[in-house]
């Protein structure tokens, strides 16, 4: 019998195709580059291995390969007739998330790891800051994914995956420090797994930790070159903290060399809203001259985010769309309003309220931006994403406020913000707040 790295029995009678599945799931887990490449070896191993198709299939998806993502998905259906049951419900769930099925995917997931907790894909699911459950538009999604961490600490020890997404969920919901120790011991297991060195970046960040977050994640980059997915979305940690410290120049010099679409081996969604949030922190720090690169995104996006769909695509869409074209803002702002007539935009109507306050800023609109987006700030929480990435929208808001004379309405987001962690510039904000 074969068996996958978590002791799971897995249907092939092959043990290359078996060893090359094995590669590509600890690839994905790892966010490492290589897995349609392990389970395109697996399935040249043996055609029939249900598990290897719906891998692959998940690959096509995180690339935007939407055709070929459902066309594996079918196969491994078909194919998993004659696999195990648990096998069977692992291809269902896992093409329900192929075929934009989420509600459905995620309720299936919770039901499937009760019976298989070491289903360490299905687990992975709903994890992360743009898993099922970030993605869900619940409030409390934070909560619920350290919950469901929580509820297997048993079944998987000390594995080094579990342990990154453990200690992550741990420091998203506000346990940074014991977080961090969680992690950290994830990453010493496995150092080339870039998900454990984005779960320490994240740790660095929600302790205010600028120094030891760009040390550590400088010498990761180059020792890790081109070998994960998540290189670009590490660099942008990096350009974060030079924000911080006040040095646009330097993080417009990173966006350039290791963020900006043109080429890079990452996924889209990734590319998309690293690229997006990035130039808007930039244009709020006062950076100018960005143009050629706001219309590189743009283009970019309207290639593979053309329509609404993804409504973490399309809040970024929204500030692409905000700096190049109006006419474009206000169609994707017309498809949001559709989707969630349909019941089908998860964050519901606040995600269209964040679209319309950026719209505002961006017009010049500074009062009216911050009528829009300050009943809105505890309803961030919805769009998913991570702290990190949600701050572009309060970040927005403050500096609203600051332009609009109306600093001391952000006082109490800068002061929770500041008791969270310390920060040089919202330090500044909050003393230019206090003078108004």
Not at 394 to 402: G, K
């Amino acid at each position: 019998m074969k068996l996958d790295r978590y002791g799971l029995p897995l249907t092939t009678g092959s043990d290359r195709a078996a060893a090359c599945y094995v590669d590509g799931v600890d690839r994905m887990l790892a966010a490492l580059h290589g897995a349609d490449a392990a389970f395109d070896a697996a399935i040249a191993e043996d055609p029939d291995f249900a598990m290897a198709h719906i891998g692959r299939a998940r690959v096509h998806q995180l690339n935007m390969e939407g055709a070929n993502a459902r066309a594996k998905a079918a196969q491994a259906r078909q194919l998993a007739a004659a696999a195990s049951p648990r096998e069977r419900q692992h291809v269902e769930i896992m093409a329900s998330v192929i075929e934009s099925q989420a509600r459905k995917a995620m309720t299936a997931a919770e039901q499937h790891l009760t019976e298989y907790p070491r289903d360490a894909q299905v687990l992975s699911l709903l994890l992360g800051a743009f898993g099922l459950y970030a993605f869900s538009g619940r409030a409390d999604h934070d909560a619920a994914r350290l919950a469901v961490c929580e509820r297997y600490v048993g079944d998987y020890g000390n594995d080094w995956w579990f342990l990154t997404y453990l200690g992550w969920s741990q420091t998203e919901a506000g346990q940074v420090v014991s977080g961090r120790a969680i992690t950290e011991r994830g990453y010493a297991l496995k150092p080339e797994n870039a998900g454990a060195a984005h779960a320490v970046a994240h740790a660095l960040f929600e302790q205010g930790d600028g120094t030891e977050g760009r040390a550590f994640l400088s010498a990761w980059l180059p020792a890790n070159d081109r070998a994960s997915f998540l290189q670009g979305h590490l660099a942008w940690h990096i350009a974060l903290i030079d924000l911080e410290e006040g040095n646009a120049d330097g993080a417009l010099d990173i966006y350039e060399r290791h963020i900006k679409p043109a080429n890079r081996p990452y996924p889209p969604l990734n590319i998309y809203t690293d690229t997006a949030s990035l130039l808007w922190r930039l244009s709020l720090a006062g950076k100018t001259g960005l143009e050629s690169h706001w219309n590189d995104v743009a283009a970019y996006g309207d290639g593979f985010f053309p329509k609404a769909g993804a409504h973490f695509a399309d809040v970024h869409h929204t500030l692409v769309a905000a700096t190049t074209n109006g006419d474009a803002l206000q169609a994707r702002l017309a498809e949001m309003e559709v989707r969630h007539a349909d019941g089908k935009l998860a964050p519901g109507a606040s995600a269209i309220g964040l679209c319309r306050g950026i719209a505002a800023f961006a017009a010049g609109d500074h009062g009216d931006a911050v009528r829009i987006l300050a009943p809105l700030m505890p309803e961030l929480v919805r769009i998913g994403g991570s702290h990190a990435q949600r701050e572009l929208w309060e970040d927005t808001f403050i500096v609203a406020c600051l332009r609009a004379g109306q600093g001391r309405q952000a006082t109490a987001l800068i002061e929770e913000r500041l008791h969270r962690r310390p920060s040089r510039r919202d330090l500044a904000w909050s003393q230019e707040a206090a003078r108004q």
